[in-house]
């Protein structure tokens, strides 16, 4: 069992009502008042709807409820399906053409080749580095 399905186990728990229902009125209000910017009428069906989550907000939040939790669960949904979708892109497209790259320039950063001539395959440190009485009580 891996880390991840340790995860999904655990009860996801949304936020209050009452910031859920202020969050949406900020949402709508700034859907509603956007078009002030460009000199154009107010998007009053966003502004109504603002009005009506910000009275249910503050008047009585468990209206939210059902919403808060669809909400939640539209944002697990999206994160198990973007976050395997951008991991996949940037391995795809930035590790492996940069592994490629790498090995058309024979570079072998983390040194793994074998060398049968090499007497040994211990860096050494010029100056060395601290003593081993230095790191008697590191911690």
């Known amino acids: 069992m891996g880390h991840e399905s340790l995860i999904r186990e655990h009860e996801f ?10 969050a949406l009125f900020a949402a709508f209000s700034i859907v509603g008042l956007l078009p002030l ?5 107010p998007r009053w069906w966003a502004l109504i709807v603002a ?4 009275l249910a907000a503050l008047v ?9 939790r669809a909400w939640a669960k ?3 949904l999206l994160q198990r399906l973007v976050s395997p979708i951008v991991l ?7 590790i492996t053409p940069l592994g490629l790259i790498m090995r058309l320039l024979h570079r072998d950063l983390l040194r793994l080749r074998s060398d049968p ?4 395959y211990w860096i050494e440190r010029i100056p060395p580095g601290p003593s081993p009485e230095s790191l008697r009580d590191s911690f």
């Open 60 to 68: 009585f939040p468990p209206t939210l409820a059902p919403l808060n």
């Open 117 to 120: 001539a090499a007497r040994s």
């Open 37 to 41: 910017f460009w000199g154009e009428n």
């Open 51 to 54: 009005s009506v989550l910000l």
């Open 88 to 94: 996949g892109f940037s391995y795809f497209l930035v």
């Open 13 to 22: 728990r949304a936020t209050s009502d009452r910031s859920f229902g202020f």
């Open 74 to 76: 539209v944002g697990l």
